[in-house]
């Protein structure tokens, strides 16, 4: 079955670059996403890539997808306190509409 | 009101109560989601409800009951339920594959 495994907590200084990492078993994940969860709202998308790419950049956050080790992650640069959350990873298949999500990332930014 | 509503915010229940979870979406979206997120877990989708499919996840007990009378309206109905059932139970509609919007969620304790 679908399985996409996350690490659940991560540390960081401000101004550091964070890089949340995320595998996923399906190999038929056309798209994979990462979601945003702020304390004590629902989830909010962030940012996602198709599978054929292998790069994704938009302003402060880089997606990097290796599709044969069915490897995501996301980096953070310039990790601010407003970025302490928890991130989610979630694939979708082709045709489906739901997504398959992780357990989620807690990131903790320092000041 | 604008995106996603859920209402209660927060329900406290005995195990033999009869309670019912609704979500409002005012985004003109065509697929509307139930998903359970329990600490330290994956987000785990229960029911979705579109134009194409009405997805049940089987592992979902039937204590629990969707209803989804029209595009922009999504109860889940709550019945005999369980300690293990307390969770934050979150709403997300789409229109777009794969592009959620969640609510805030509705935390349910169950004594």
């Known amino acids: 079955g679908e399985d996409v495994e996350q690490s659940l907590f991560l540390s960081v200084r401000e101004g550091d670059s964070s890089v949340i990492n995320c595998t996923y078993t399906?190999?038929?994940?056309?798209?994979l996403y990462w979601y945003k969860q702020e304390p004590g709202a629902g989830l909010q998308l962030l940012t996602y890539?198709?599978?054929?790419?292998d790069m994704k950049q938009d302003q402060r956050l880089t997606v990097l997808l290796n599709k044969k080790d069915k490897h995501l992650s996301l980096r953070i640069a310039d990790t601010q306190t407003g970025d302490s959350a928890i991130y989610f990873c979630?694939?979708?298949?082709?045709?489906?509409?739901?997504?398959?999500f992780g357990s989620g990332t807690r990131l903790q930014v320092q000041p | 009101e604008t995106g996603v509503t859920q209402t209660p915010r927060h329900l406290v229940m005995g195990m033999t109560n009869k309670k019912s979870l609704k979500c409002e979406q005012h985004?003109?979206?065509?697929?509307m989601y139930w998903y359970k997120q329990s600490a330290k877990k994956p987000l785990e989708l229960m029911f979705v409800?579109?134009?194409?499919?009405?997805?049940e996840n089987n592992s979902v007990p039937s204590r629990f009951s969707p209803e989804c009378p029209n595009s922009s309206h999504l109860f889940l109905h709550l019945h005999t339920l369980q300690p293990e059932d307390s969770a934050l139970y979150l709403c997300?509609?789409?229109?777009?594959?794969?592009?959620?919007?969640f609510g805030e969620g509705s935390r349910l304790t169950v004594l």
């Open positions: 997300a509609s789409s229109q777009v594959y794969g592009e959620l919007f």
């Open positions: 399906d190999s038929s994940s056309t798209y």
């Open positions: 890539i198709f599978s054929n790419m």
């Open positions: 979630a694939e979708a298949e082709t045709g489906r509409r739901a997504l398959t």
């Open positions: 985004l003109g979206h065509n697929a």
């Open positions: 409800y579109s134009l194409e499919e009405r997805v």
